[in-house]
């Protein structure tokens, strides 16, 4: 990682700033807003509930219906309210990760409800809609194994960086590579990548998406810890 400043302003290995708010939803089990630069995002957990119809029902976890959708008026141009083949994809592999923390064994033949709203976009909204629905899902009170982390890193200008807004996102070289992390685990529980990078700056970009997962996960147990000073340490 080199020292230069990127358009913004930001060193290579900088994270735009991060907010959190736990608890804003008085109909969810657990909810949290998310502010990560000029992302915006609300997510709610509900459940686990008996599942119907019964044919969805695992009889070893509960299932987790990860909802992934953009508001309409998140971008410039308005985004249809009908999800597409995106927010399905983005909502199968994100409840994948996230089915990794929480102990859904525990749950068989039941649903957790993820609903995640992404009301402003700059880039990298899935991995700050995954942070967001982990700390829901703690809000909620399900037992976890640990937090989902989620950073996107790679390359803009010739530069390996790390989280790329949507200016860096859209130069000419970009590789955009989004990376969640199960913490303190650090095992990687969603990878997905745009672009085109060898084997060497794929390994550094992994590297880099693990040290901004690192702050992203501090940035999380600091706000659960908040919200809940008497509940213990947190690893
Ligand atoms: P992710 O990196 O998780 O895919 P993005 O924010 O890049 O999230 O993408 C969400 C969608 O919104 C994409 O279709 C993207 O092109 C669009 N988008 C994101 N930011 C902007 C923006 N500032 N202006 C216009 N469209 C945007």
């Known amino acids: 990682m080199s020292q230069n400043k990127r358009p ?6 900088q994270l735009r700033p991060i907010s959190i708010r736990l608890g804003v939803n008085k109909n969810a089990d657990g909810s949290c807003f998310l502010e990560w630069g000029k992302n915006t995002v609300v997510a709610t957990v509900n459940g686990p509930r008996p599942i119907f119809p019964k044919h969805l029902a695992d009889q070893t976890k509960a299932v987790i219906d990860y909802k992934y959708r953009m508001a309409c008026f998140s971008v410039s141009e308005r985004k249809s309210p009908v999800p597409g083949k995106r927010d399905k994809e983005i909502s199968l592999v994100s409840g994948h990760a996230l089915e990794a ?3 859904v064994e525990q749950f068989p033949n039941t649903v957790i409800d993820v609903n995640v709203l992404i009301l402003s976009a700059d ?4 991995v700050a809609a995954l942070t967001a629905a982990s700390l829901a899902a703690a809000d909620a009170g399900l037992p976890m194994r640990g937090l989902v982390s989620a950073v996107a890193a790679g ?3 010739g530069e390996l960086i790390l989280d790329l807004n949507k200016e860096d996102e859209d130069t000419p070289d970009a590789v955009d590579m989004a990376t969640a992390f199960l913490m303190p ?5 969603l990878l997905q990548m745009d672009g085109c990078v060898n084997k060497k700056d794929c390994s550094k970009i992994l ?3 693990l040290k901004g997962a690192e702050v992203v996960y501090e940035l999380q147990k600091k706000a659960l810890v908040e919200k809940y000073p008497m509940d213990g340490e947190i690893q």
């Open 207 to 209: 590297e880099t998406a």
């Open 155 to 157: 390359r803009a200008n």
């Open 101 to 103: 923390a929480v102990m």
């Open 123 to 126: 880039a990298g909204t899935r």
């Open 8 to 13: 913004d302003g930001r060193a290579t290995s």
């Open 185 to 189: 685990q650090r095992e990687l529980v």
